[in-house]
């Protein structure tokens, strides 16, 4: 009878070994022990934030309610505007390479997403004709885990500011 590695990712047979062996090699064993423990990890969050939940359910509603209420959050910009402003100017100042770096990426993915056929003319205009309080936005985002858009035209719409902040990296759902 030939025994097979207990480790989940790896089933091969047990060749040369003692007759008591569980594991094909000493990767294979630490790995098992490694995935294992995650999933000892996980469960024991998973507890923890049930128990969490349950002790500070008043704590952790109000908290939410706060943080999603728009009435409160632009009262508060509006008492604290200019401070939030000079916040982001030092930032800005702070951070230039970062900021920087972080618009290079956008650039060379944009680039990159743009193919040869695409009418560069047409999404100039398109930006340009943009309505005031609205954003450009990629249908399909340009980068994602699960599919990435190209940067053409068929692939831009106009959303709200808030519909394109609240958006994110999303991609549409469509109905099958």
């Excluded at 952790?60 to 632009?74: A, E, G």
């Excluded at 205009?125 to 985002?141: R, S």
């Excluded at 719409?157 to 902040?165: F, G, I, M, V």
Aim: aromatic share 10%; charged share 30%; proline share 3%.
């Amino acid at each position: 009878m030939i025994n097979i590695c207990q480790n989940p990712k790896c089933n091969n047979p047990i060749i040369g070994k003692r007759s008591d062996a569980k594991h094909c090699s000493s990767y294979c064993q630490k790995r098992n022990k490694q995935i294992r423990n995650k999933e000892y990890i996980k469960e024991y969050l998973r507890i923890y934030r049930i128990k969490y939940y349950d002790d500070n359910k008043e704590k952790i509603t109000l908290r939410q309610k706060n943080n999603y209420d728009s009435d409160i959050k632009k009262e508060y910009y509006l008492e604290n505007k200019q401070r939030i402003l000079n916040n982001a100017k030092i930032y800005r100042k702070n951070n230039k390479k970062l900021r920087n770096s972080y618009e290079a990426k956008r650039r060379a993915t944009k680039l990159k997403a743009t193919p040869k056929w695409a009418d560069l003319e047409v999404i100039k205009e398109f930006y340009k004709n943009c309505p005031k309080g609205y954003h450009v936005d990629h249908i399909y985002p340009l980068i994602s885990d699960v599919v990435c858009g190209l940067h053409v035209i068929e692939n831009l719409q106009y959303l709200t500011a808030s519909e394109n902040c609240s958006k994110r990296n999303s991609i549409p759902v469509t109905a099958r």
